[in-house]
């Protein structure tokens, strides 16, 4: 006959799930966690999150937890050193005062914005960074799914 076990679904493509989730560099150094948040909400296969943490996610029952690896290729890239660039203060708005760590978005001509980041600056000049924070490392994720909704 039908065991009495309760059967546990698993997550699949098109679920809404909750989980929780600590993303971690190689060097232990904590990036991102929603322990101290709401837990996330996503859909399976939509494409909102990165591809490797949505796969990690399938095939999961609730309370279950993983760990995946992303490599720095599939998750912000490489670092590219053509995003980095400088600009004078000249073409910086009259009310900004900028400070490293700042972050800018700028229009170019063609094109998408781009948000930079300044990394150095001297009386004359401000160098910005476009690559993402992440860029050139690698991404590992704790996840636990709680529910699929």
């Known amino acids: 006959g039908i ?8 997550a699949k493509h098109g679920d ?16 991102d966690t929603s322990a101290e948040r709401e837990p996330l909400e996503f859909t399976i296969g939509e494409g909102t999150l990165l591809e490797a943490f949505e796969s990690a996610v399938t095939g999961l029952c609730p309370g279950e937890s993983t760990r995946v690896k992303v490599p720095a290729e599939a998750a912000y890239g490489q670092r590219r050193d053509a995003l980095v660039g400088q600009l004078p203060r000249t ?8 400070e490293i760590g700042m972050q ?7 094109g998408q914005p781009v948000v930079m980041t300044i990394i150095a600056m001297d ?13 050139g490392q690698n991404l590992n994720f704790d996840i636990s799914l709680l529910e699929i909704l």
């Not at 800018?104 to 063609?110: A, V």
């Not at 004359?124 to 690559?131: A, F, K, Q, V």
Request: net charge negative; proline share 8%; hydrophobic share 30%.
């Open 104 to 110: 800018l978005q700028l229009q170019p001509p063609e």
């Open 16 to 31: 809404t799930v909750r989980v929780h989730y600590t993303g971690t560099l190689d060097d232990g150094t904590k990036f």
């Open 91 to 98: 073409q910086l708005p009259d009310d900004l005062t900028p």
């Open 3 to 10: 065991s009495k076990g309760r059967i546990m679904a698993e």
């Open 123 to 135: 009386d004359d000049r401000i160098t910005l960074d476009g690559n993402h924070h992440l860029a």
